[in-house]
């Protein structure tokens, strides 16, 4: 295993995913800084850094989004390197720029890269052009009505509108037939510019039932690149994925194979460096179909780390810092055994109201076999300004039926007080026959609800 290639690294995030990074910081003898908004004063994230720097009020445009904010703390600090997690700053490619002008590494793809898998009709052209199967679609954004309709004419409907710089399962809209195509274009374009201040929307084809499945990339500087088998995310709520397992129930030995291969070709080609996934919708046939590449870590990192023993995290700092894939990963990577993460929200279990708030008290879970990512703590509190998600559990066994059985016991023994989680509904879906024999699909969710 390689030194540790960096003094000082200063993590632009909060909650588990500061925390993640501040542990393999910690296993590589490098020293920490957090930023932190006002709100966050009292996080953990903070506590467990070495040094910490208040960057703005609660608001993430002025604290966590603010560029010239952290690009100072890392200054003031003596900081050489960023980590930017995911979510906020992790795939600002501008960000990166600025980082790099700084004199400070981006933990992370080039800006170039960034930019160009955050087009993400830009990405389908790219992984197309280098044998990656990809959905039918638009040649690129759509400008008119009249493009769009004829698009979805020639590739049939339903088909699906989305945003070019989408994100987070937002700017989508399913087009079921021609009648709705010209308003639901129009109202695509209006969220996309609202949401992501660019109103590009692409099309392709809907697959009514897919299967998500993701690859996990890594690649070092050098040209060499490493897909570590694939994580199965299909258990979503309105495009947001709850549940993801490794390896995937049902992908074929010789599909995984052939795709891994043609992907890391691809990924080779667009020069990408560092971690990254790329996202596949499985049709009915069991076809895997390109849809986009995430250029930065993910929340469900840990469930391929429990299945190839690879720091991911860790690999980053030290793709970073110029090592090269064989000094890190130390030989071939095996995948051994079956991991589930379950993605606790602090949110009501039936409304889904979001459910911030101070916690009371906390049991986490431990035990042979579960592994809890997360930044509460008894008495801390859930600031209503962030994301929902305030803890993963992942469990692991030899096979899938054994890591269920785990994850049913680290849910019960799971206590928050004080605020209301998604136990619940894991607990449910756990236990349902649908997911215990993985026959499910994006639309899983759903149908459960009613
Ligand atoms: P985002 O970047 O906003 O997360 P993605 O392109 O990754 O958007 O899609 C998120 C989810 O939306 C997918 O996991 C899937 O459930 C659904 N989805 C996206 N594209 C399609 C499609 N062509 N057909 C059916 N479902 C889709």
Redesign the pocket.
Known sequence: MASAPFKKILIANRGEIALRVICACKDLGIATVAVYSEADRDSLHVRFADQAVCIGPARSARSYLDIPSVISAAEITGADAIHPGYGFLSENAGFAEVCEVSGLKFIGPRPDVIRSMGV?ERARELMKAAGVPI?PGSDGVLTTGAEALETARAIGFPV?L?ASA???????RVVQDEAQLEHLFAQARAEAEAAFGVPDVYL????TA?R?IEFQILADEHGNVEILGERE?SI?RR?QKLIEEAPSPVLKPETRVAVMARLQEAIRAVGYTNAGTA?F?MDDAGNLNF??VNARIQVEHPVTEAITGVDLVKSQILIAGGARLGEILGGPVTLRGHAIECRINAEHPETFAPCPGRVTGLNIPGGIGVRVDTALYTDGVVPPYYDSLVAKIIAMGRDREEARVRMLRALEMFVVEGIYTSVPLHQRILSDDGFIRAEFD?NYIARLLG
């Open positions: 993400k959905l699906i989305k989408g994100g987070g399962g937002r700017g989508m392709e084809k809907y697959i897919p998500h995310c979503q495009h996202e919708l849809i986009e994006t």
